[in-house]
């Protein structure tokens, strides 16, 4: 049990490292989030006001993605040490699965009855997706070493 939440803390973070840099404004996924939550529609002193505002609130967010990302993590993490024995090809499709019949409906849920503007849609759910998909497949990755 400790190890799950250890490797679910790391995952985590891993998780977190991931996302800063995939929806970062220099990388096209950020370019496009901002898109679709109407960012990139105010003026640089729009932007830069909102960001102020949002300061305060941030580690709110911060901390509830970082717990979120700790769930998919212990879950990996779960699968890992219960499935070892089946090799690491094995662990590798039960996580695509996972990630086949369980994030992308939920992205794609979000997506469908969301308020993102239809041009962006699949743009969005590609996005989305494919960063859960590399965050997943990193985290198996540097598991693999450590278990």
């Not at 950020?30 to 105010?42: C, D, E, Q, V, Y």
């Not at 609130?57 to 970082?66: E, G």
């Not at 990996?76 to 996972?98: P, R």
Request: proline residues 2%; contains cysteine; positive net charge.
């Amino acid at each position: 049990m400790t190890t799950i939440i250890l490797l679910g803390i790391l995952g985590a973070i891993i998780s977190a490292v991931i996302g800063t840099f995939w929806y970062s404004m220099k990388t096209p996924m950020g370019r496009l989030h901002l898109k679709t939550i109407g960012f990139s529609n105010f003026s640089k002193e729009e932007q830069e006001r909102k960001m102020q505002e949002m300061k305060p609130k941030m580690w709110k967010y911060y901390l509830t993605q970082m717990f979120l990302s700790f769930l998919t993590s212990a879950f990996i993490t779960y699968i890992i040490t219960a499935q070892k024995s089946y090799g690491v090809t094995v662990i590798y499709g039960e996580v695509a699965s996972v990630w086949l019949c369980f994030t992308i409906p939920v992205i794609g849920q979000s997506l469908l009855w969301g308020n993102v503007d239809l041009k962006l849609r699949w743009k969005k759910f590609f996005s989305d997706s494919l960063s859960n998909l590399v965050t997943f497949l990193v985290i198996i990755f540097v598991f693999s070493f450590i278990l």
